[in-house]
């Protein structure tokens, strides 16, 4: 499992002096962003270097708690599943108090950037995700 | 059903040229906004006259086909259903070649701003609410 | 004179139910791009189709009355200046009581994206700009 | 002077893949947050204790350099001026290689959320804003 924080900053919140419902996918993209930046793969690296990228297919989320203004909210991010061309993510935000804000679930494909469709994932990504699944569920 | 459109924004496009994810969710809660203001539920009115408040309790998104920079969006908005103290709202996003680019869902609760909690939908929403039903299903 | 006008959405108002200081800036690009649009520079055809971009150089603002959410906002925009490499564009924003809410300025500069320096304003851009400053000041 | 650090996420970039000009004021504003947060103005306490905002009045920025979707940008924040009713920070942001990619200053009124006018700086605010303009000019 993976662990990010951030704080909700004053531009986060809506009128209502919470986190915005879209804004949950922005923090949870934000953890996502920073866990592949840890393994290596960095937002710089994939847009600069690679021919893939990792367009988001499906996406959902549920919401049981609000993040007020000010809050450093926690995000736990687990993979939960490793395909042939596809993954998919899954997040738990928490309030300061540990209390679930909201659960968020990402599936991602890897398109191959000059044939324009999906592909398999390069092995280098595919070890990476495959070694957190296997952490996430105690196996490893 | 409710149409609305929108051009896809410098600011909303990502550094690879298209919408990003989490926006499609903004864009159509940017259409739900228009729809409830046309219906006389606009944000300024809820936020500074009403003592309640619609969270979204669940959204998703299923995405089909990228939004680039500079296209102008076309949101159909319908009302899926009306329950007791929330509604669930389901839109569909197409690209200026009017090809399916996403679908998206989001429930609503309504919630009473003092006491704190769910409450059932006060009687004027709850009617301008069903009538889109009605007419959405063909029912009218 | 070029007006444009939005709503302030649920998402753009910050804690405070105003519009957040950093998304004047927003808004006015967004009319500036309206305006290219309506010129036929469209973010579309300068992203995909041409080998310049128009990046900020400097901007400024000055807040003297808050909008509020729900509140639609009119934007007055109007060519400064139109200078050999760039240009500056100035924006008046008001309420929907037709008050000033904020001045903006934002200076642009043309870049070749192939050699990655600054260059002279395309003739099709240079006419629309100038066509529109000679208008701003009543000279036509 | 103050030095606040974040990564140019995705959704931050535009079609150019560069931080949005308009991002750059929140970058700063966040980094303003964060000072405030370290001398115990957070955002929770302003928003739900205090009976004050701190709106800004004036913003300006002067960009230099590009930061790319994935740079680790660096804020340098300084307070530059307290006056009775008002003060100004100014920021210099700088990409990976430690080159300056933009100047910003803001310019924050103190106000009275009761009587909805500017007021006189809190003590507690005062003292901490004046510390820091010592610090940053050496005379402390």
Redesign the interface.
Known sequence: MFIYQA?????D??????L????Y??LA??AY??FL?SKGF???????QEKF?I?????????KN?L????LATVRLRVDEVRSRSFSISYEIYTPSNTLACRVR?VHVVVDTEKKRATTLPEELRRVLETEVAIGSGDV
Do not use: C, K, N, S
């Open positions: 704080p909700v900053r004053i531009h919140a809506d009128a209502a002096g919470v915005f419902f879209g804004r996918f922005t993209h934000d962003e920073a930046e960095g937002a710089g690296r994939i847009f600069r990228l367009p988001v297919v499906h996406a959902e989320a549920d919401y609000p007020w203004v000010g809050d990402t």
